[in-house]
């Protein structure tokens, strides 16, 4: 069965600096989403990539997708504290395959 | 437009008893889709509902069920419950296979 790895698995980081969140997949990825999700709450849509070497940016956030389809790195330019939460990458099983496979996420500090 | 909206917020329930969880979808959205969150982890399919049948079913016992109505809502039903039912539970909604909407959750206690 397929299974997401998300690394690291938190991470603190100085307001206005940048980071990286890494989501490897131990099979090709048909489909990767990604979320953000506050403590305890709803997830919240980020970005969907399906082609290799797919790149999205919604704000300072830029999300991309390896050409190999098995793993995606999401990047936050200039960190705010909006942007502290839990991220969470999700993937697709196929086309017959409806469910999503989740990483256990990458919780997000930033300190001001 | 409501977006996703689920009931009740928070739930505290015994063992062995039995708790219905309920999903509004958002407008224009066919498919509901239930995922189980433990404290710390990612989601957890459970099962997916499209033209009021479940479509694809996760690794969870019979204890799961659920059901769609015409309108598109959904409903989670767990009999019998035990200790580690005790969650957040996600409905998410979305049109064919676009991306999933979803609702602020259940979290279900189970003393």
């Known amino acids: 069965s397929q299974e997401l790895e998300q690394s690291p698995q938190s991470l603190i980081v100085q307001e206005g600096k940048n980071l990286t969140i890494n989501c490897t997949s131990s099979?090709?990825?048909?489909?990767l989403y990604w979320y953000k999700q506050k403590y305890g709450e709803g997830l919240i849509f980020l970005m969907m990539?399906?082609?290799g070497g797919e790149e999205k940016s919604h704000e300072k956030i830029t999300a991309k997708l390896d050409e190999k389809k098995q793993q995606s790195s999401l990047h936050i330019t200039a960190s705010q504290p909006s942007h502290a939460g839990i991220y969470l990458c999700?993937?697709?099983?196929?086309?017959?395959?409806?469910?999503?496979?989740w990483g256990a996420g990458t919780k997000l500090i930033i300190k001001p | 437009d409501a977006g996703v909206t689920q009931s009740p917020t928070h739930l505290i329930k015994t063992r062995g008893q039995q708790v219905t969880l309920r999903c509004s979808p958002k407008s224009g959205h066919d498919t509901v889709s239930w995922y189980q969150q433990a404290l710390g982890q990612g989601p957890q399919f459970i099962f997916q509902y499209y033209e009021e049948e479940e479509r694809q079913r996760g690794n969870f016992p019979d204890r799961f069920s659920g059901h769609q109505f015409p309108n598109y809502s959904s409903e989670l039903n767990v009999n019998a419950l035990l200790l580690g039912d005790s969650a957040l539970y996600l409905c998410a909604s979305s049109f064919s296979r676009s991306e999933q909407f979803f609702g602020p959750g259940t979290r279900l206690t189970v003393l």
């Open positions: 999700g993937a697709e099983g196929g086309n017959s395959n409806y469910q999503l496979i």
């Open positions: 099979k090709t990825l048909y489909g």
């Open positions: 990539l399906q082609k």
